[in-house]
Protein backbone atom coordinates (compact mmCIF):
# COMPACT_ATOMS: atom_id res chain seq x y z
CA UNK A 1 0.00 0.00 0.00
CA UNK A 2 1.30 3.56 -0.99
CA UNK A 3 0.19 6.39 1.27
CA UNK A 4 -0.05 10.20 -0.95
CA UNK A 5 0.27 13.52 1.29
CA UNK A 6 -0.07 16.55 -0.94
CA UNK A 7 0.62 20.36 0.31
CA UNK A 8 0.71 23.39 -0.74
CA UNK A 9 -2.13 24.62 -2.78
CA UNK A 10 -4.34 27.86 -1.82
CA UNK A 11 -5.74 31.36 -3.16
CA UNK A 12 -3.39 33.21 -5.46
CA UNK A 13 -4.03 35.83 -7.64
CA UNK A 14 -3.91 35.70 -11.69
CA UNK A 15 -0.10 35.93 -12.90
CA UNK A 16 0.90 34.32 -9.51
CA UNK A 17 2.95 31.58 -8.62
CA UNK A 18 2.15 28.00 -6.33
CA UNK A 19 4.61 24.89 -5.52
CA UNK A 20 3.12 21.59 -4.84
CA UNK A 21 4.27 18.77 -3.45
CA UNK A 22 3.44 15.20 -2.91
CA UNK A 23 5.10 13.03 -0.22
CA UNK A 24 4.83 8.94 -1.21
CA UNK A 25 5.09 7.02 1.63
CA UNK A 26 4.51 2.99 2.38
CA UNK A 27 5.90 0.25 -0.37
CA UNK A 28 7.75 2.56 -2.67
CA UNK A 29 8.96 0.64 -5.20
CA UNK A 30 11.48 2.87 -7.73
CA UNK A 31 10.02 2.00 -11.30
CA UNK A 32 6.48 3.83 -11.03
CA UNK A 33 4.99 7.19 -12.58
CA UNK A 34 3.53 10.01 -10.25
CA UNK A 35 2.05 12.93 -11.75
CA UNK A 36 -0.47 15.86 -10.63
CA UNK A 37 -4.65 15.73 -11.89
CA UNK A 38 -6.78 18.13 -11.42
CA UNK A 39 -10.54 18.32 -11.28
CA UNK A 40 -13.02 21.47 -11.39
CA UNK A 41 -16.09 21.20 -10.70
CA UNK A 42 -18.39 19.90 -13.48
CA UNK A 43 -15.21 18.79 -15.13
CA UNK A 44 -13.83 15.40 -15.64
CA UNK A 45 -10.16 15.01 -13.78
CA UNK A 46 -7.67 15.77 -16.07
CA UNK A 47 -3.85 14.49 -16.18
CA UNK A 48 -2.01 17.97 -15.55
CA UNK A 49 1.50 16.61 -15.88
CA UNK A 50 3.51 13.17 -14.50
CA UNK A 51 6.97 12.15 -14.48
CA UNK A 52 8.91 8.33 -14.58
CA UNK A 53 11.42 7.31 -12.12
CA UNK A 54 13.60 8.83 -14.78
CA UNK A 55 12.41 11.63 -15.15
CA UNK A 56 10.80 11.46 -18.15
CA UNK A 57 8.24 14.51 -17.80
CA UNK A 58 5.01 14.75 -19.65
CA UNK A 59 2.38 17.46 -19.59
CA UNK A 60 -1.14 18.60 -20.63
CA UNK A 61 -0.56 21.40 -23.44
CA UNK A 62 -2.79 23.88 -21.44
CA UNK A 63 -0.19 24.13 -19.03
CA UNK A 64 3.12 23.79 -21.15
CA UNK A 65 5.57 26.37 -20.15
CA UNK A 66 3.79 27.45 -17.04
CA UNK A 67 4.20 24.38 -15.57
CA UNK A 68 7.22 22.31 -14.47
CA UNK A 69 7.13 18.53 -12.60
CA UNK A 70 10.34 17.58 -10.62
CA UNK A 71 10.96 14.50 -8.48
CA UNK A 72 13.34 13.77 -5.14
CA UNK A 73 13.51 9.73 -5.24
CA UNK A 74 15.54 10.03 -2.22
CA UNK A 75 11.96 11.76 -0.33
CA UNK A 76 9.97 9.89 -2.58
CA UNK A 77 8.42 13.09 -3.31
CA UNK A 78 7.11 15.44 -6.43
CA UNK A 79 6.42 18.81 -7.30
CA UNK A 80 4.47 20.98 -9.01
CA UNK A 81 6.17 24.14 -9.79
CA UNK A 82 2.67 26.69 -11.23
CA UNK A 83 3.73 30.26 -12.49
CA UNK A 84 1.54 33.05 -14.48
CA UNK A 85 -1.57 31.05 -13.19
CA UNK A 86 -4.87 32.06 -14.96
CA UNK A 87 -8.26 31.55 -13.03
CA UNK A 88 -9.00 28.22 -15.39
CA UNK A 89 -6.42 26.68 -13.59
CA UNK A 90 -8.73 26.81 -10.59
CA UNK A 91 -9.19 23.16 -9.44
CA UNK A 92 -8.53 20.33 -6.84
CA UNK A 93 -4.93 18.87 -7.55
CA UNK A 94 -4.73 15.16 -7.16
CA UNK A 95 -0.99 13.42 -6.49
CA UNK A 96 -1.26 10.39 -8.70
CA UNK A 97 0.94 7.50 -7.90
CA UNK A 98 1.19 4.22 -10.30
CA UNK A 99 3.55 0.94 -9.46
CA UNK A 100 3.10 -2.39 -9.91
CA UNK A 101 -0.11 -2.07 -12.35
CA UNK A 102 -1.69 -0.42 -8.66
CA UNK A 103 -2.54 3.35 -9.44
CA UNK A 104 -2.88 5.92 -6.00
CA UNK A 105 -4.25 9.03 -5.06
CA UNK A 106 -3.65 11.46 -2.37
CA UNK A 107 -6.55 13.89 -0.82
CA UNK A 108 -6.25 16.30 -2.78
CA UNK A 109 -5.54 20.50 -2.56
CA UNK A 110 -7.41 23.07 -3.87
CA UNK A 111 -6.04 25.96 -5.90
CA UNK A 112 -8.28 28.86 -6.50
CA UNK A 113 -6.48 31.57 -8.66
CA UNK A 114 -8.45 34.62 -8.32
CA UNK A 115 -8.49 38.42 -7.75
Known amino acids: QVQLVESGGGLVQPGGSLRLSCAAS????????MGWYRQAPGNQRELVASITGTGFTNYADSVKGRFTISGDNAKNTVYLQMNSLKPEDTAVYYC?????????WGQGTQVTVSS
Open 26 to 33: GSIFSINV
Open 96 to 104: NRVQSGNRY
